[in-house]
């Protein structure tokens, strides 16, 4: 009998250990494939925006229904957790959330994680967790507190389907995993070359070594961009125009790097009318030439060492996520040195040209035998038309946990840091620490409109109302259109796009006593921004005794420049509201004692 039984149970507990397996298999392929989904959602806006954190929410029911879905489409626009929220309705209640990565609304915000709450999710599935520190793990913690279950991949359950499923969201946002470890833009290596290896003819011809298809592609990793980086170089032998052609949407800065200046006073980069170009250069070069380029409107920055490392880390604290080279070999070399490029996107075309002198993607890079050749790592090969492209990272996406020194370890490796020094608190993108203070933040206001003053309209956001503002009450049609393309812009990117380039390309559409009142006005609408949300004001009263500071390095009037020579007139404003807030506050302590 003892015999018997054994013969007998083993198959039936191996039937159950096999259905669980096939039941937790299948689980999991389900969250890998929604997860996926919702990485695949996080990129809908790229070349549409500028580059932010990307976020793709998507709701599905027990049954595996698909009930709502949404994205993020710019900062300082709508959640993508609410639009999915808004999309599933009813459905929600129950149901599971599959976020790519955790939420990360502005400080002190809970939009996205109240959505969820509010709707009754039953379940939230994460990708990973957001990787900037002041953001990481507090909307998940939040989410557990309000009884909600939440699964980090890699985290709480791991297979071979979900770690593919996760590497999908650190790929959509890895110029934000970048950022966030590396103090440095996450930078794309782009070239087109022969399969001989060459990028232009001896003489330096080289329209065109890809396919029209392969120029198209590189049109859209343009629009991915913050900003596209050439040498001088490319600019004397292709002068090229580095936009993105698409008509619409975002087109990135265009950026020349030269030790020299040794530039043409006719180049198409110098042509902003309706996309801005920065030139890095030696500090001292050609002032002469610096001049002719300011009165051009393009912006030059000088530096005390020219090298790709410390202009990487200048465009990091410009707020820059993404940008593209577009360079040579000498500089590509320079750059791939300095462990400033990631990514390396290559286009070969089926094509021969030879020559000796004919130049190569990459230039000198020290190396004499092939064991020290860099090897890609996460390669992948496509065909464009009749060419092949290649892309593979230079280096992994980096730990999303990177240890932060203690105050003592600081002190270790720099002796000056001094921890009681007074405190100045920077701002500026809005998904920074004190995002919310940007005049990008998503915080909708009420605000009388028209000179009249008694019409109220709810503008989107604090730029929407300021840029509105340059053409109210201006008597012409295109002023009028002007006002309304701002204020329905889906985002104060796009409301401030609109703005700027009206004003510089239709001057006299912008009201005569501009200069004069918008102080006054961006005053009135950030008053009305942090009166309206309880929140926002209580974090404002909360840096009390600290300097504020918008760090915008390139915005002399608002910002408060590279190095201290900005105006600041964002962070004098915050202050100043401050202070009205804290008199008010004290005037009313002493009358509350007194009574």
């Not at 900037?132 to 279950?149: T, Y």
């Not at 006054?520 to 005794?545: D, I």
Request: charge should be neutral.
């Amino acid at each position: 009998m003892a015999l018997s039984f054994r013969v007998c149970s083993s198959p039936l507990i191996c039937r159950a250990t096999l259905a669980h397996g096939d039941n937790v298999r299948h689980h999991h392929a389900n969250d890998a494939a929604f997860i996926r989904r919702a990485a695949d959602l996080a990129e809908m806006s790229a070349g549409l925006t500028s580059p932010h954190p990307n976020f793709g929410c998507v709701i599905a029911t027990s049954t595996g229904k698909v009930a709502g879905e949404g994205y993020l489409y710019a900062q300082g626009t709508k959640p993508a957790e609410a639009i999915a929220v808004e999309a599933a309705r009813e459905f929600c209640r129950g149901s599971t959330a599959y976020l790519n990565m955790e939420p990360g609304d502005c400080h002190g915000d809970h939009t996205a994680v109240s959505a969820l709450v509010q709707a009754g999710i039953g379940r939230v599935v994460v990708g990973l967790r957001h990787p900037l520190e002041h953001l990481r793990g507090s909307a998940i913690r939040e989410l557990r507190s309000q009884g909600i279950q939440v699964n980090i991949i890699g985290e709480d359950f791991q297979s071979k389907v979900l770690e593919d499923a996760r590497k999908s969201c650190l790929l959509v946002n890895a110029p934000l995993i970048h950022r966030a470890c590396s103090r440095v833009p996450f930078s794309v290596l782009k070239y087109a070359m022969t399969l001989d290896g060459k990028i232009a003819a001896s003489s330096g011809h080289a329209a065109w070594i890809s396919s029209k298809l392969s120029r198209t592609r590189v049109f859209e990793l343009r629009g991915r961009s913050d900003a596209v980086i050439v040498g001088g170089n490319t600019v004397r032998q292709d002068d090229p125009r580095l936009t993105a052609r698409h008509g619409q949407g975002h087109t990135p800065t265009r950026i020349v790097m030269t030790q020299s200046l040794d530039l043409p006073e006719k180049a198409n980069l110098w042509d902003v009318s309706e996309v801005s170009t920065i030139v890095v250069t030696q500090r001292g070069a050609r002032k002469s030439f610096q001049k002719f380029l300011a009165s051009k409107g393009v912006e030059v920055v000088e530096f005390d060492m020219l090298n790709p490392r410390e202009v990487m880390e200048y465009f990091h604290l410009r707020g820059y996520l993404s940008i593209l080279w577009e360079c040579g070999g000498t500089l590509a070399a320079s750059a791939i040195s300095s462990s400033v490029i990631h990514k390396v996107v290559a286009f070969v075309a089926p094509k021969i040209i030879g020559g000796t002198k004919a130049p190569s993607p990459v230039g000198d890079l020290g190396m004499v035998e092939m064991t020290q050749a860099l090897n890609l790592i996460d390669v992948c090969y496509e065909q464009v038309g009749p060419d092949m492209l290649v892309s593979g990272f230079l280096q992994p996406i980096p730990d999303l946990l990177p240890v932060i020194p203690s105050e003592d370890a600081t002190l270790e490796i720099d002796p000056g840091f001094n921890p009681f020094e007074a405190s100045i608190i920077f701002f500026y993108k809005t998904w920074d620490l004190y995002g919310s203070f940007s005049n990008f933040s998503p915080h909708s206001i009420r605000m009388p409109y028209g000179e009249e003053k008694d019409d109220y309209m709810t503008w989107s956001s604090v730029e929407h109302y300021y840029q509105a503002n340059k053409f109210v009450g201006v008597e012409n049609p295109m002023a009028r259109d002007c006002v309304e393309r701002i204020r329905t812009a889906r985002s104060p990117e796009e409301a401030a796009r609109i703005g700027r380039s009206m004003q510089r390309q239709k001057p006299e559409l912008v009201r005569n006593d501009w200069e004069d009142v918008k102080i006054e006005v961006m005053y009135m609408a950030l008053k009305c921004k942090f009166s309206t949300y309880p929140h926002l004001k209580s974090q404002l009263l909360s840096t009390a005794g600290s300097v504020l500071v918008e760090a915008s390095p390139h915005d002399l009037f608002w910002g408060g420049g590279r190095e201290g020579e900005g105006l600041n007139y964002l962070g004098r404003l915050l202050m100043q509201l401050r202070s009205e807030y804290l008199g008010k506050s004290s005037v009313s302590a002493e009358n509350t004692s007194l009574a």
